[in-house]
């Protein structure tokens, strides 16, 4: 077994409220799993101390990926994705910036992404902005600033909720083609449908509450 996340007993509490108790929890590196469960049960919380934002209340949750920090390699999607008030260029290309890549890779990895996500035209976009832009729109630009980076874990939390069926199908295709380029993928899901359409192995949240 190739173990990528493993926890044991993880406890995320915020003041006397426990948002998140698993007994155990694991994943393997390349694989697809979805997060299922009621609102409240803690799956964004989850997502949350794995891409380790924050840190587990109690209990062990390690990482076996390659690098010793581990945000270099997991990168997280919002269900409410935030865009900065710039272009679509700017946004995508921000975390190649942020890494010192110059203008040739940030071109390059912005058409790349841009059309990974369905946009068959990445160059009519790029000078708008997030107020030209719908619901869909800005959450498959919000994940090319993700897939920019090459990220050996991507998580997702609500992908498909709220954006229109042609992105919807578009970013169900991203996550198929990342898991055939071995990118471990974790999506926090209440459509009943996307285990299935992601061959993913699904996990049912139930928050462990004492």
């Given amino acids: 077994m190739n173990t990528l996340f493993e926890a044991h007993d993880l406890?995320?509490?915020?003041?006397?409220i426990t948002a998140l108790h698993l007994s155990s929890f694991f994943m393997e590196k390349g694989e697809t799993v979805a997060l299922t469960g009621r609102n409240g049960s803690g799956k964004s919380t989850l997502l949350r101390l794995l891409a380790f934002l924050e840190t587990p209340t109690s209990g062990t949750l390690r990482y076996f990926g390659n690098e010793s920090e581990p945000r270099k390699e997991v990168t997280l999607l919002?269900?409410?994705?935030?865009?900065?008030?710039?272009?679509?260029?700017?946004?995508?290309?921000?975390?190649?910036?942020l890494r010192g890549f110059g203008p040739e890779e940030q071109h390059r990895g912005y058409r790349e992404s841009m059309l990974a996500v369905g946009f068959s035209d990445p160059e009519s976009m790029a000078s708008r902005g997030p107020g030209e832009l719908s619901g869909g729109e800005r959450q498959r630009i919000a994940l090319a600033s993700r897939l920019i980076l090459?990220?050996?874990?991507?998580?997702?939390?609500?992908p498909t909720s709220n954006v229109d069926a042609a992105s919807e199908k578009a970013i169900l295709n991203v996550v198929r083609s990342l898991r055939e380029k071995g990118v471990s993928v974790v999506c926090a899901t209440h459509d009943r449908d996307i285990p299935a359409a992601l061959h993913a192995r699904e996990i049912r949240i139930v928050n462990e509450r004492p």
């Fill in 11 to 16: 406890r995320k509490c915020y003041g006397s």
């Fill in 78 to 97: 919002l269900q409410e994705p935030y865009l900065m008030k710039a272009s679509v260029f700017w946004n995508v290309t921000l975390g190649l910036r």
């Fill in 150 to 158: 090459s990220p050996s874990v991507l998580l997702l939390d609500e």
